[in-house]
Nanobody, 125 residues
Framework: QVQLVESGGGLVQAGGSLRLSCAAS????????MGWFRQAPGKERGFVAA????????YYTGSVKGRFTISRDTSKNTVYLQMNSLKPEDTAVYYC??????????????????WGQGTQVTVSS
C-alpha cells in the first residue's frame, strides 16, 4: 500500500522559509515522478513542482521559480520542497503526489496516482 506523508508546514512571516518533506513508502518509486501541489481556500488544486525519481529532472510552475526548490533523497525515499522568500499568496495546503506516467511534467493533477493528506502552510504579511 502506497503511503505519502507530508510534514514541515507551519506559520511563517513573509520573506521567510520552510522546508516540506514527503516520506514515501509501499513500493519502489524509481519509475515514478513526485510532485507538489497546493490548494488555497476557494481555489482549485494547482501544480507547484515535480521531480523525476530516477534522474532528478525538475519542473516548476512560474510563480515559484527561483524561490522554491524540489529535491529527493532516494536513500530515504523522501522528497523535499524548499520554499524561500515566501509570500502571503503561497498560503495553502500543500500536497505531495506520485505519478507513473511519462507526462508527469505537465503538472496535470489527474496524472498523479497517489496523494498525501496535505500540510498547511500559512504566510503572514
Amino acid at each position: 500500500q502506497v503511503q505519502l506523508v507530508e510534514s514541515g508546514g507551519g506559520l511563517v512571516q513573509a520573506g521567510g522559509s520552510l522546508r516540506l518533506s514527503c516520506a514515501a513508502s509501499g513500493r519502489t518509486f524509481s519509475s515514478y515522478a513526485m510532485g507538489w501541489f497546493r490548494q488555497a481556500p476557494g481555489k482549485e488544486r494547482g501544480f507547484v513542482a515535480a521531480i523525476s525519481w530516477s534522474r532528478g529532472i525538475a519542473y516548476y510552475t512560474g510563480s515559484v521559480k527561483g524561490r522554491f526548490t524540489i529535491s529527493r533523497d532516494t536513500s530515504k525515499n523522501t522528497v523535499y520542497l524548499q520554499m524561500n522568500s515566501l509570500k502571503p499568496e503561497d498560503t495553502a495546503v500543500y500536497y505531495c503526489a506520485a505519478s507513473r506516467t511519462n507526462s508527469w511534467f505537465t503538472g496535470a493533477a489527474e496524472l498523479y496516482d497517489y496523494w498525501g493528506q496535505g500540510t498547511q502552510v500559512t504566510v503572514s504579511s
